[in-house]
């Protein structure tokens, strides 16, 4: 990734939306050096980009490459349902202490294991 090309996007999507580093940073949840160290070339840390991209409405790829792949489809391959258990499982792991969790997580690897040997 070039720093220089970011950057130069970077004052793109300030230009288009009237704003200077003061602002930008503020729209961004950051601060005013951070900006002009972006603006230098210095490549912004994910957070920032997520928050450039939907400030600007460009996307992230934009911002990184100056291009943009075809649209994504529109929809999810799989139910929304399914991410909710899935995400309902992922924090109630995560909310177990260490020891259990190591535990839980190994027996998932076990039992997938005897899964995929079938």
Not at 7 to 25: C, D, V
Not at 64 to 71: E, I, M, V
Not at 96 to 111: G, H, N, Q, T
């Amino acid at each position: 990734m070039n720093g220089t090309a970011i950057s130069q996007r970077i004052r793109e999507i300030m230009a288009s939306r009237g704003l200077n580093q003061q602002l930008l940073a503020e729209k961004l949840q950051i601060t005013q050096p951070a900006v002009s160290k972006y603006l230098s070339g210095r490549i912004p840390p994910p957070t920032v980009l997520l928050r450039l991209s939907r400030l600007s409405g460009k996307s992230i790829e934009w911002i990184l490459t100056g291009s943009d792949s075809p649209a994504p489809p529109s929809g999810v391959a799989e139910p929304a349902d399914r991410y909710r258990v899935l995400l309902g499982t992922n924090e109630k792991l995560e909310s177990l202490p260490p020891p259990i969790k190591r535990s839980v997580c190994d027996l998932i690897d076990r039992l997938y294991a005897e899964l995929v040997d079938k």
